[in-house]
T-cell receptor, first 113, second 108 residues
Framework: DAGVTQTPRHEVAEKGQTIILKCEPVSGHNDLFWYRQTKIQGLELLSYFRSKSLMEDGGAFKDRFKAEMLNSSFSTLKIQPTEPKDSAVYLC???????????FGAGTRLSVL | GDQVEQSPSALSLHEGTGSALRCNFTTTMRAVQWFRKNSRGSLINLFYLASGTKENGRLKSAFDSKERYSTLHIRDAQLEDSGTYFCAAEASNYQLIWGSGTKLIIKP
């Protein structure tokens, strides 16, 4: 079984660029999460979808972060424009609706210069 | 590939009691983190360890890279401790490898 697939694994961007991160959840999962991980903040929720509907949009991240889920098997996270403070690992996770077990992708390591 | 085995998958405790969660690794890991998932879906960072032990209130965690395991001890459990706990190990290539989670229920 395929787990959660995230691409790219690494992304380097210059300040002000637009980048798009991609995620394919586990087939059949209803819930999809985007998190940002930094050593200082730990894991911060960016967006949460249930059955393609946006449930949480991580208030502090509304400004330049936009997650979309156009179909049940694919989601994107757009950061526009990027800033150096956005450098972090971005994780996508999926689960069955109501289940507490999250399946995580390997993450995308973003570096903004 | 590298694996993280987290146990137990579910745990029920009475208030005031304690127990331990464990993650075993199939290979040497650089560090380990422990998280609790809250009702909003956020993962709260509990501990980050590159070695040794750390304690914070009623929680204590240990990481032994050589023996390939980490533990999270909870003592004097309270109702608000209920939730799902995850460990995540940092592999030598800095990739995060996640445990499958432990659903903890605290009963009055």
């Amino acid at each position: 079984d395929a787990g959660v697939t995230q691409t790219p694994r690494h992304e380097v961007a210059e300040k002000g660029q637009t980048i798009i991160l991609k995620c394919e959840p586990v087939s059949g999962h209803n819930d999809l999460f985007w998190y940002r991980q930094t050593k200082i903040q730990g894991l911060e929720l960016l967006s949460y979808f249930r059955s393609k509907s946006l449930m949480e949009d991580g208030g502090a991240f509304k400004d330049r972060f936009k997650a979309e889920m156009l179909n049940s098997s694919f989601s994107t996270l757009k950061i526009q424009p990027t800033e150096p403070k956005d450098s972090a690992v971005y994780l996508c996770a999926s689960s069955l609706a109501g289940e507490n077990t999250l399946y995580f992708g390997a993450g995308t390591r973003l570096s903004v210069l | 590939g590298d694996q993280v085995e987290q146990s137990p998958s579910a745990l029920s405790l009475h208030e005031g009691t304690g127990s331990a969660l464990r993650c075993n690794f199939t290979t040497t890991m650089r560090a380990v983190q422990w998280f609790r998932k809250n009702s909003r879906g956020s993962l709260i960072n509990l501990f980050y360890l590159a070695s040794g032990t750390k304690e914070n209130g009623r929680l204590k965690s240990a990481f032994d890279s050589k023996e390939r395991y980490s533990t999270l001890h909870i003592r004097d459990a309270q109702l608000e401790d209920s939730g799902t706990y995850f460990c995540a190990a940092e592999a030598s290539n800095y990739q995060l490898i996640w445990g499958s989670g432990t659903k903890l229920i605290i009963k009055p």
